[in-house]
């Protein structure tokens, strides 16, 4: 297997627009999560899926931020309108419920301008 | 709620020196532990974990002892290399809902 698979590696976008970043899950994992990096703040845990139903998204920041898991494999964070202080590393992780161990993808560094 | 404090870095040592990155946790009933390994521009990979008191984590020559009564985790290396150069993540984990991690620890290797 892959791993997990993150896409875009580097996104540089305007302040007001759109962004999608998208996630490969590892092929059986039923969990996923979604993580942003600023080195203020570490590493938060912005949603958690489990079995393509959204479980606890008290970490997103605020209406900005959507997540969806369209299928069992895939699933993209959406920040619309994207701000300067959106910043950061995103990263998505992937893991089977037992036994617990997340993967993580190579993650997404965004930048807003 | 949970937490996870790890020692403050930047740490810097010699190659081949003896390594030790505290790790203490708060969390109620019986966690999960890990430690996580992020190499410059990459993202988090397992180092190794431990699942019940007592048990011992080991990978890669790292090692790590699940210590319920000092509800601590620290990660130790007999003999450290240039590329071991990364910064170190403990995390905890309670019902598999998800990861709380500590603030990393940046360690530097030096030839």
């Known amino acids: 297997d892959a791993g997990v698979i993150q896409s875009p590696r580097h996104e540089v976008t305007e302040m007001g627009q759109e962004v999608t970043l998208r996630c490969k899950l590892i092929?059986?994992?039923?969990?996923l999560f979604w993580y942003r990096q600023t080195m203020m703040r570490g590493l938060e845990l912005l949603i958690y899926?489990?079995?393509?139903?959204?479980?606890?998204d008290s970490g997103m920041p605020e209406d900005r931020f959507s997540a969806k898991m369209p299928n069992a494999s895939f699933s993209t964070l959406k920040i619309q309108p994207s701000e300067p202080r959106d910043s950061a590393v995103y990263f998505c992780?992937?893991?089977?419920?037992?036994?617990?161990?997340?993967?993580f993808g190579q993650g997404t560094r965004l930048t807003v301008v | 709620g949970d937490s996870v404090t790890q020692m403050e870095g930047p740490v810097t040592l010699s190659e081949e020196a003896f390594l030790t990155i505290n790790c203490t946790y708060t969390?109620?009933?019986?966690?999960?532990l890990f430690w996580y390994v992020q190499y410059p521009g990459e993202g988090l990979q397992l180092l190794l974990k431990?699942?019940?008191?007592?048990d011992k984590g080991s990978n890669k020559g790292f090692e790590a002892t699940y210590r319920k009564e000092t509800t601590s985790f620290h990660l130790e290396k007999g003999s450290v290399q240039v590329s071991d150069s990364a910064v170190y993540f403990c995390?905890?984990?309670?019902?598999?809902?998800?990861?709380?991690f500590g603030s990393g620890t940046q360690l530097t290797v030096l030839p």
């Open positions: 992780a992937s893991s089977l419920t037992q036994p617990f161990e997340a993967f």
């Open positions: 092929s059986g994992h039923n969990s």
């Open positions: 899926f489990n079995n393509n139903v959204p479980i606890d």
């Open positions: 969390a109620t009933g019986y966690p999960s």
């Open positions: 431990a699942t019940k008191a007592d």
């Open positions: 995390a905890l984990s309670r019902s598999a809902r998800q990861l709380t």
